[in-house]
């Protein structure tokens, strides 16, 4: 099945929203750091970044229900498919409940010395901290649901508003009430809060009137959920294990906060380049059954997806070899505006952009197999090839182990070893995408002379 070149378009049209959707929400959600920067103090920053850190570490069974949703809601064309999948939503939303009931009961017994473990003897930013899991772990469905839908103009609207009310909120609480993190935190719950209304209110009601009937098993449905969780975590687990292993291993916290910065970088490169895979996942999906649809899909996410990582890690690279020239005073450089900001930096300011610029575009480069890997990933499981997560989860094991047991000499090598493996991680997913086309030519090339397939036979 060929695309026409009005699904083309619109496959880049929804591809582009998403992704100023999702710039527009992360350069929000910077804003929110700059604001927390200018009025909190050293330590209700350390502990705002901390609960942050608490809510995000949510995120991972989050990608696999997310995902989970737009593949079931990809799929649901008839009445009944549309019910079973609400019906799943209704029973999904329900246990999560329970379960951040029951995270709410140890943290009743446990507050005062969590409190105390965490340096502070405030209580109210840890229950501020998990009234925001909640719609945290309830978004992924609704967002689950919008994507399949390929209602990505909403989707693209609750990602913005994560952000931009999340800002709002902190500006009003910390720049006009002096709440403190407080309001830092009570700013996550407003922006998590209002994008799952917004969700909710966009995605479309199961039809009424359905006469046959709908059974939802958690065992068929768990079992769905668990190789997407682990898979899509694979790639996850590349984003934020490394600085766990820096801040661990590198006794020097000024260079910590260097390569954390860096790494804003790479990171950012992923995080742009994600919604094509969002966009490619509930079309795939549907054009399952047809090779041809399924792998032009396939075909322009990897194109669009390749030229924006290295596009991007070319544009960082440029800058920071700009940056180091004007660090080391490079006659070309030498305007008078520039050359008194440089003069007018201390040794602490100068060291710390030159280690951000040294390690900037070893991060976009490292990172740019792993945007790759993403696209490839996201096909594989909207395909239901779930016979290859255990081969992506390997190769995130041997990363985790080898970061691990291994002694890096310098941030660069933590870097490098991130490249390495972001590398195999696509090659991996590669060999496993080209397997599964061969699994798939075999079970429906023609069985005999006149055409008749082995299904059809």
């Given at each position: 099945m060929k695309q026409s070149p009005s699904e083309n378009a619109a496959f880049f049209r929804a591809s582009g929203w998403l992704v100023t959707a999702t710039t527009l929400g992360g350069g929000f959600m910077f804003l929110v750091q700059v604001v927390a920067i200018r009025w909190l103090n050293d330590e209700d920053y350390g502990l705002m970044g901390t609960l942050f850190q608490a809510l995000n570490l949510s995120m991972i069974p989050a990608l696999g229900l997310q995902t989970v949703f737009a593949q079931q809601a990809a799929a649901a064309q008839s009445g009944p498919q549309r019910t079973l999948l609400h019906i799943t939503a209704r029973n999904v939303l329900t246990a999560t409940a329970i379960l951040w009931s029951m995270a709410a009961l140890i943290l009743l017994l446990t507050q005062k010395d969590l409190a105390a473990h965490l340096k502070s003897d405030r209580l109210l930013p840890l229950w501020l901290t998990l009234a925001a899991a909640l719609p945290q772990l309830w978004l992924p469905v609704w967002m689950g649901i919008l994507q399949g839908q390929q209602k990505f103009f909403w989707l693209g609207n609750a990602l913005v508003f994560n952000g931009f009310g999340r800002f709002l909120a902190v500006c009003v609480f910390l720049g006009a009430m002096r709440s403190g993190v407080e309001g830092a935190v009570g700013a996550a719950l407003i922006g998590f809060s209002g994008s799952l209304v917004l969700c909710w209110i966009k995605a479309d009601n199961p039809e009424r009137g359905v006469s046959e009937p709908v059974d939802f098993r958690w065992g068929g449905w768990l079992k769905q959920l668990l190789p997407l969780m682990l898979g899509l975590g694979s790639?996850?687990?590349?984003?934020?294990?490394?600085?766990?292993?820096?801040?661990?291993?590198?006794?020097?916290?000024?260079?910590?906060?260097?390569?954390?910065?860096?790494?804003?970088?790479?990171?950012?490169?992923?995080?742009?380049?994600?919604?094509?895979?969002?966009?490619?996942?509930?079309?795939?999906?549907?054009?399952?059954?047809?090779?041809?649809?399924?792998?032009?899909?396939?075909?322009?996410?990897?194109?669009?997806?390749?030229?924006?990582?290295?596009?991007?890690?070319?544009?960082?690279?440029?800058?920071?070899?700009?940056?180091?020239?004007?660090?080391?005073?490079?006659?070309?450089?030498?305007?008078?505006?520039?050359?008194?900001?440089?003069?007018?930096?201390?040794?602490?300011?100068?060291?710390?952009?030159?280690?951000?610029v040294t390690m900037g575009p070893w991060f976009m480069?490292?990172?740019?197999?792993?945007?790759?890997?993403?696209?490839?990933?996201?096909?594989?499981?909207?395909?239901?090839?779930?016979?290859?997560?255990?081969?992506?989860?390997?190769?995130?094991?041997?990363?985790?182990?080898?970061?691990?047991?291994?002694?890096?000499?310098?941030?660069?090598?933590?870097?490098?070893?991130?490249?390495?493996?972001?590398?195999?991680?696509?090659?991996?997913?590669?060999?496993?995408?080209?397997?599964?086309?061969?699994?798939?030519?075999?079970?429906?090339?023609?069985?005999?002379?006149?055409?008749?397939?082995?299904?059809q036979k």
């Open positions: 790639s996850t687990f590349f984003l934020g294990y490394d600085m766990i292993v820096v801040r661990v291993h590198f006794a020097d916290e000024a260079l910590t906060g260097h390569y954390a910065m860096a790494g804003l970088f790479g990171r950012g490169l992923v995080i742009f380049t994600i919604p094509i895979a969002q966009v490619m996942f509930p079309k795939v999906v549907r054009l399952a059954g047809t090779r041809q649809g399924s792998g032009r899909v396939l075909l322009h996410s990897l194109a669009a997806t390749a030229a924006l990582a290295v596009f991007g890690s070319l544009a960082v690279t440029g800058l920071c070899l700009l940056a180091s020239a004007w660090l080391d005073g490079q006659p070309a450089l030498n305007i008078a505006g520039l050359t008194a900001i440089r003069d007018s930096l201390g040794e602490a300011a100068g060291e710390k952009i030159r280690n951000v480069w490292s990172m740019t197999p792993l945007c790759i890997a993403n696209v490839l990933i996201n096909h594989l499981m909207a395909v239901r090839a779930y016979q290859y997560f255990w081969m992506l989860v390997s190769v995130a094991v041997a990363y985790g182990l080898t970061l691990a047991v291994a002694t890096p000499a310098s941030p660069v090598a933590v870097i490098q070893m991130i490249g390495l493996f972001s590398l195999l991680l696509a090659g991996v997913s590669a060999m496993a995408v080209v397997r599964n086309n061969r699994v798939s030519q075999t079970s429906v090339a023609p069985a005999n002379g006149n055409g008749a397939s082995r299904e």
